[in-house]
Protein backbone atom coordinates (compact mmCIF):
# COMPACT_ATOMS: atom_id res chain seq x y z
CA UNK A 1 0.00 0.00 0.00
CA UNK A 2 1.20 3.52 -1.08
CA UNK A 3 0.54 5.11 2.10
CA UNK A 4 0.56 8.64 0.84
CA UNK A 5 -1.58 7.96 -2.17
CA UNK A 6 -4.01 6.69 0.20
CA UNK A 7 -4.02 9.08 2.71
CA UNK A 8 -4.68 11.65 -0.30
CA UNK A 9 -7.03 9.50 -1.39
CA UNK A 10 -9.09 9.52 2.10
CA UNK A 11 -8.86 13.02 2.82
CA UNK A 12 -10.66 13.61 -0.66
CA UNK A 13 -13.34 11.57 0.13
CA UNK A 14 -13.85 12.99 4.07
CA UNK A 15 -13.56 16.42 2.23
CA UNK A 16 -16.38 15.67 -0.37
CA UNK A 17 -18.51 12.99 1.76
CA UNK A 18 -18.44 10.89 -1.58
CA UNK A 19 -17.23 8.09 -3.05
CA UNK A 20 -18.59 9.11 -6.51
CA UNK A 21 -17.62 12.35 -6.12
CA UNK A 22 -13.76 11.50 -4.81
CA UNK A 23 -13.41 9.12 -7.42
CA UNK A 24 -14.13 11.21 -9.93
CA UNK A 25 -12.05 14.09 -8.78
CA UNK A 26 -9.30 11.45 -8.47
CA UNK A 27 -9.62 9.88 -11.73
CA UNK A 28 -10.43 6.39 -10.55
CA UNK A 29 -12.94 3.53 -10.21
CA UNK A 30 -15.09 4.27 -7.33
CA UNK A 31 -14.88 0.12 -6.58
CA UNK A 32 -10.77 0.59 -6.36
CA UNK A 33 -10.96 3.93 -4.41
CA UNK A 34 -13.65 1.93 -1.94
CA UNK A 35 -11.34 -1.12 -1.95
CA UNK A 36 -8.33 1.24 -0.81
CA UNK A 37 -10.04 2.85 1.62
CA UNK A 38 -11.05 -0.37 3.44
CA UNK A 39 -7.82 -1.87 2.97
CA UNK A 40 -6.36 1.32 5.15
CA UNK A 41 -9.05 0.56 7.65
CA UNK A 42 -7.85 -3.02 7.73
CA UNK A 43 -4.65 -1.72 8.44
CA UNK A 44 -4.97 0.94 10.86
CA UNK A 45 -7.60 -1.61 12.94
CA UNK A 46 -10.43 0.92 13.20
CA UNK A 47 -13.71 2.47 11.12
CA UNK A 48 -12.43 5.77 9.76
CA UNK A 49 -15.90 6.05 7.76
CA UNK A 50 -19.32 5.29 8.08
CA UNK A 51 -21.20 4.70 4.65
CA UNK A 52 -24.54 4.72 3.63
CA UNK A 53 -26.33 5.05 0.26
CA UNK A 54 -26.66 8.98 0.27
CA UNK A 55 -23.05 9.93 2.10
CA UNK A 56 -20.08 9.32 3.91
CA UNK A 57 -19.13 10.48 7.43
CA UNK A 58 -16.28 10.35 9.30
CA UNK A 59 -16.11 8.48 12.42
CA UNK A 60 -14.51 9.66 15.72
CA UNK A 61 -11.26 8.17 14.58
CA UNK A 62 -11.74 9.41 11.27
CA UNK A 63 -11.72 12.60 12.05
CA UNK A 64 -8.79 12.36 14.43
CA UNK A 65 -7.03 10.65 11.45
CA UNK A 66 -8.49 13.46 9.17
CA UNK A 67 -6.44 15.88 10.78
CA UNK A 68 -3.40 14.39 10.98
CA UNK A 69 -3.43 13.48 7.71
CA UNK A 70 -3.66 16.93 6.62
CA UNK A 71 -1.06 17.79 8.61
CA UNK A 72 1.61 15.11 7.33
CA UNK A 73 0.35 15.79 3.96
CA UNK A 74 0.97 20.08 4.64
CA UNK A 75 4.49 18.78 5.60
CA UNK A 76 5.72 16.83 2.18
CA UNK A 77 4.13 19.48 0.44
CA UNK A 78 6.31 22.40 2.36
CA UNK A 79 9.07 20.08 1.97
CA UNK A 80 9.04 19.79 -1.88
CA UNK A 81 8.73 23.25 -2.22
CA UNK A 82 11.30 24.46 0.09
CA UNK A 83 13.54 25.38 -3.10
CA UNK A 84 11.19 26.23 -5.41
CA UNK A 85 10.72 29.97 -5.80
CA UNK A 86 8.88 29.73 -8.94
CA UNK A 87 5.10 30.54 -8.14
CA UNK A 88 3.99 28.70 -11.09
CA UNK A 89 5.57 25.57 -9.62
CA UNK A 90 2.80 26.06 -6.76
CA UNK A 91 0.02 23.50 -7.18
CA UNK A 92 -2.92 21.69 -5.16
CA UNK A 93 -6.52 22.85 -4.33
CA UNK A 94 -7.42 25.45 -2.27
CA UNK A 95 -10.81 24.92 -0.13
CA UNK A 96 -11.89 28.44 1.07
CA UNK A 97 -15.20 30.02 2.30
CA UNK A 98 -16.68 33.76 2.45
CA UNK A 99 -20.07 35.61 2.65
CA UNK A 100 -21.71 36.08 -0.68
CA UNK A 101 -21.36 40.00 -1.02
CA UNK A 102 -18.07 39.82 0.34
CA UNK A 103 -16.59 37.08 -2.40
CA UNK A 104 -18.48 39.42 -5.28
CA UNK A 105 -17.90 42.86 -4.09
CA UNK A 106 -14.34 42.66 -2.76
CA UNK A 107 -12.38 39.27 -3.77
CA UNK A 108 -13.47 38.20 -7.50
CA UNK A 109 -12.58 41.42 -9.07
CA UNK A 110 -8.93 40.67 -8.07
CA UNK A 111 -9.29 37.03 -7.67
CA UNK A 112 -7.68 37.08 -11.63
CA UNK A 113 -4.60 38.77 -10.52
CA UNK A 114 -4.24 35.62 -7.67
CA UNK A 115 -4.90 33.12 -10.39
CA UNK A 116 -2.91 34.73 -12.99
CA UNK A 117 -0.10 34.40 -10.57
CA UNK A 118 -0.26 30.81 -9.25
CA UNK A 119 -2.06 29.31 -12.43
CA UNK A 120 -1.19 25.67 -11.09
CA UNK A 121 -3.78 26.16 -7.90
CA UNK A 122 -7.05 25.04 -8.25
CA UNK A 123 -9.86 27.38 -5.67
CA UNK A 124 -12.73 25.99 -4.74
CA UNK A 125 -14.72 29.20 -3.26
CA UNK A 126 -17.80 28.36 -1.30
CA UNK A 127 -20.09 31.63 -0.94
CA UNK A 128 -23.14 31.68 1.21
CA UNK A 129 -24.39 33.22 4.19
CA UNK A 130 -24.47 29.34 6.13
CA UNK A 131 -21.36 29.32 8.42
CA UNK A 132 -19.76 26.34 7.74
CA UNK A 133 -17.80 23.61 9.45
CA UNK A 134 -14.31 24.46 8.38
CA UNK A 135 -12.45 21.32 9.70
CA UNK A 136 -15.56 18.33 9.27
CA UNK A 137 -15.97 20.26 5.40
CA UNK A 138 -12.51 20.36 4.54
CA UNK A 139 -11.88 24.09 4.23
CA UNK A 140 -8.73 25.44 4.65
CA UNK A 141 -9.45 29.42 5.43
CA UNK A 142 -12.96 30.95 5.32
CA UNK A 143 -13.67 34.91 5.74
CA UNK A 144 -15.81 35.60 8.68
CA UNK A 145 -17.55 38.88 9.03
CA UNK A 146 -18.93 39.97 12.79
CA UNK A 147 -18.02 38.71 15.82
CA UNK A 148 -16.34 35.92 16.30
CA UNK A 149 -17.58 32.70 18.69
CA UNK A 150 -15.20 30.34 20.24
CA UNK A 151 -14.15 28.07 17.84
CA UNK A 152 -10.93 26.84 18.32
CA UNK A 153 -9.74 28.53 15.30
CA UNK A 154 -6.88 30.44 14.95
CA UNK A 155 -7.94 33.73 13.95
CA UNK A 156 -6.54 36.63 11.98
CA UNK A 157 -7.70 40.09 12.05
CA UNK A 158 -8.22 41.66 9.12
CA UNK A 159 -9.70 45.34 9.99
CA UNK A 160 -13.41 46.17 10.18
CA UNK A 161 -15.97 47.53 7.61
CA UNK A 162 -17.91 51.24 8.07
CA UNK A 163 -21.44 50.49 7.50
CA UNK A 164 -24.22 53.23 6.52
CA UNK A 165 -27.58 53.62 6.57
CA UNK A 166 -29.22 53.67 3.15
CA UNK A 167 -32.65 53.40 1.40
CA UNK A 168 -33.47 53.54 -2.38
CA UNK A 169 -35.26 57.32 -3.75
CA UNK A 170 -38.19 55.23 -4.51
CA UNK A 171 -38.86 54.55 -0.48
CA UNK A 172 -37.47 58.29 0.54
CA UNK A 173 -40.66 59.83 -1.75
CA UNK A 174 -42.77 57.36 -0.69
CA UNK A 175 -42.44 57.92 2.99
CA UNK A 176 -40.20 61.12 3.45
CA UNK A 177 -36.48 61.12 4.69
CA UNK A 178 -35.65 60.12 8.21
CA UNK A 179 -33.59 63.25 10.14
CA UNK A 180 -33.93 61.90 13.31
CA UNK A 181 -33.94 58.61 15.37
CA UNK A 182 -37.14 59.62 16.61
CA UNK A 183 -38.42 59.42 13.12
CA UNK A 184 -37.67 55.59 12.51
CA UNK A 185 -40.77 54.27 14.09
CA UNK A 186 -42.65 55.56 11.26
CA UNK A 187 -40.39 54.08 9.06
CA UNK A 188 -39.78 50.08 7.36
CA UNK A 189 -36.24 48.51 8.11
CA UNK A 190 -35.37 45.64 5.65
CA UNK A 191 -34.70 43.00 8.72
CA UNK A 192 -31.63 40.48 8.53
CA UNK A 193 -31.46 37.44 10.55
CA UNK A 194 -29.66 34.01 9.42
CA UNK A 195 -32.26 32.52 10.89
CA UNK A 196 -35.73 33.13 10.20
CA UNK A 197 -38.03 33.09 12.57
CA UNK A 198 -35.64 34.97 15.11
CA UNK A 199 -36.55 38.52 16.67
CA UNK A 200 -34.23 40.89 14.84
CA UNK A 201 -32.93 43.83 17.22
CA UNK A 202 -33.88 46.93 14.84
CA UNK A 203 -32.01 49.90 13.36
CA UNK A 204 -28.46 49.92 15.19
CA UNK A 205 -26.22 52.72 16.30
CA UNK A 206 -22.84 53.47 18.18
CA UNK A 207 -22.91 55.81 20.65
CA UNK A 208 -19.43 55.90 21.26
CA UNK A 209 -19.72 53.70 23.79
CA UNK A 210 -21.61 50.77 22.87
CA UNK A 211 -24.47 49.84 20.69
CA UNK A 212 -28.00 50.76 20.92
CA UNK A 213 -30.96 49.80 18.83
CA UNK A 214 -34.27 51.29 18.12
CA UNK A 215 -37.46 49.49 17.04
CA UNK A 216 -38.67 50.22 13.64
CA UNK A 217 -41.42 49.52 11.27
CA UNK A 218 -40.72 46.87 8.24
CA UNK A 219 -42.51 43.84 6.99
CA UNK A 220 -39.90 42.07 5.42
CA UNK A 221 -36.95 39.65 6.81
CA UNK A 222 -34.31 37.86 4.58
CA UNK A 223 -31.88 35.32 5.53
CA UNK A 224 -29.38 36.17 2.26
CA UNK A 225 -27.19 39.44 2.40
CA UNK A 226 -28.05 38.96 -1.51
CA UNK A 227 -31.43 39.67 -0.72
CA UNK A 228 -31.07 41.98 1.39
CA UNK A 229 -29.56 44.18 -0.39
CA UNK A 230 -32.07 43.58 -3.43
CA UNK A 231 -35.22 44.15 -0.95
CA UNK A 232 -33.78 47.83 -0.40
CA UNK A 233 -32.92 48.58 -4.34
CA UNK A 234 -36.69 47.91 -4.86
CA UNK A 235 -37.88 50.39 -2.44
CA UNK A 236 -38.38 48.10 0.63
CA UNK A 237 -36.84 49.71 3.50
CA UNK A 238 -33.63 51.22 5.07
CA UNK A 239 -30.78 48.72 5.60
CA UNK A 240 -27.76 48.88 7.24
CA UNK A 241 -24.72 47.86 5.02
CA UNK A 242 -20.62 48.08 4.44
CA UNK A 243 -19.98 51.30 2.89
CA UNK A 244 -17.75 50.23 0.30
CA UNK A 245 -20.40 47.47 -1.27
CA UNK A 246 -22.42 50.21 -1.59
CA UNK A 247 -20.46 52.72 -3.46
CA UNK A 248 -21.41 51.81 -6.82
CA UNK A 249 -25.24 51.83 -5.98
CA UNK A 250 -24.97 55.71 -4.50
CA UNK A 251 -22.73 56.71 -7.28
CA UNK A 252 -25.19 55.49 -9.71
CA UNK A 253 -27.95 57.65 -7.58
CA UNK A 254 -29.91 53.96 -7.16
CA UNK A 255 -29.44 54.34 -3.03
CA UNK A 256 -29.30 57.41 -0.90
CA UNK A 257 -27.32 57.72 2.58
CA UNK A 258 -29.40 58.64 5.34
CA UNK A 259 -28.44 59.31 9.17
CA UNK A 260 -24.89 59.30 8.62
CA UNK A 261 -24.41 60.58 12.13
CA UNK A 262 -26.10 57.28 13.15
CA UNK A 263 -24.07 54.82 12.10
CA UNK A 264 -23.55 51.34 13.33
CA UNK A 265 -19.99 50.12 14.86
CA UNK A 266 -17.92 48.82 12.07
CA UNK A 267 -18.18 45.09 11.66
CA UNK A 268 -14.81 43.15 12.12
CA UNK A 269 -13.76 40.66 9.58
CA UNK A 270 -11.36 38.12 10.27
CA UNK A 271 -9.82 34.93 8.59
CA UNK A 272 -9.71 31.79 10.41
CA UNK A 273 -8.14 28.35 9.82
CA UNK A 274 -7.37 25.51 11.36
CA UNK A 275 -4.68 24.77 13.82
CA UNK A 276 -1.87 22.76 12.34
CA UNK A 277 1.75 22.80 12.98
CA UNK A 278 2.35 23.20 9.06
CA UNK A 279 0.10 25.28 6.52
CA UNK A 280 0.51 24.27 3.07
CA UNK A 281 2.18 26.99 1.40
CA UNK A 282 -0.67 27.37 -1.15
CA UNK A 283 -3.07 28.34 1.84
CA UNK A 284 -0.17 30.16 3.01
CA UNK A 285 0.14 32.29 -0.03
CA UNK A 286 -3.21 32.97 -0.73
CA UNK A 287 -4.04 34.10 2.97
CA UNK A 288 -1.34 36.52 2.64
CA UNK A 289 -3.02 37.80 -0.90
CA UNK A 290 -6.37 37.97 1.06
CA UNK A 291 -5.04 40.12 3.90
CA UNK A 292 -3.58 42.57 1.38
CA UNK A 293 -6.13 42.81 -0.67
CA UNK A 294 -8.60 43.17 2.07
CA UNK A 295 -6.34 46.42 2.97
CA UNK A 296 -8.36 48.47 0.02
CA UNK A 297 -11.74 47.93 1.27
CA UNK A 298 -11.10 47.71 5.44
CA UNK A 299 -9.98 50.37 8.39
Not at 209 to 225: E, H, M, P, Q, Y
Not at 259 to 282: F, G, I, N
Request: charged share 20%; aromatic share 8%; net charge positive.
Amino acid sequence: MDKIHTMRAFVRVAELRSFTRAAESLGVPKGSLSRQLQALENTLGTRLLHRTTRRVQLTQDGLVYFDRCQDVLATLEEMDGLFQNDPATLSGRLRVDMPVNLASDFILPRLPEFLQQYPAIELELSSNDRRVDVIHEGFDCVVRVGTLEDSGLIARPLGALPLINCASPDYLARFGTPQTLEELSQHAMVHYGQQLGTQTPGFEFFDGDSSRFIKTGGALTVNSTVTYRAACLNGLGIIQAPECAMRPALKAKKLVEILPYYRAKPMPVSLLYPHRRHLARRVHVFMEWLTRTMKNYVN
